[in-house]
Nanobody, 114 residues
Framework: VQLVESGGGLVQPGGSLRLSCAASGFTFSSFRMSWYRQRPGKERELVATITSTGGMTIYADSVKGRFAMSRDNAKKTVYLRMDSLKPEDTAVYYC????????WGQGTQVTVSS
């Protein structure tokens, strides 16, 4: 299993970013995928989860209405569209797969600051 996150960066409050996670080494279309984040000084927390077909997504209350998770099974990639970003969204963002519980990629840093 390999998961490679990208798309992070520095953005001003109210701005937007789209994160990507490219997957390999497993049957991508068969497994639920999730995004987690770890804010400075905090434990990792679940941000969003999407079913294997993309038919259903669930979100943490803190991002509901601002973030949107999607997937492209043909490209073996999941995305996290983040709008109306707040300073408290500053974190390292990770994607995970139900195919490999406990596996974490390198993550991508998102910094929301003016």
């Amino acid at each position: 299993v390999q998961l490679v996150e990208s798309g992070g960066g520095l953005v001003q409050p109210g701005g937007s970013l789209r994160l990507s996670c490219a997957a390999s080494g497993f049957t991508f279309s068969s497994f639920r995928m999730s995004w987690y984040r770890q804010r400075p000084g905090k434990e990792r927390e679940l941000v969003a989860t999407i079913t294997s077909t993309g038919g259903m997504t669930i979100y943490a209350d803190s991002v509901k209405g601002r973030f949107a998770m999607s997937r492209d099974n043909a490209k073996k990639t999941v995305y996290l569209r983040m709008d109306s970003l707040k300073p408290e969204d500053t974190a390292v963002y990770y994607c995970t797969t139900a195919a490999a519980p406990g596996y974490w990629g390198q993550g991508t840093q998102v910094t929301v600051s003016s």
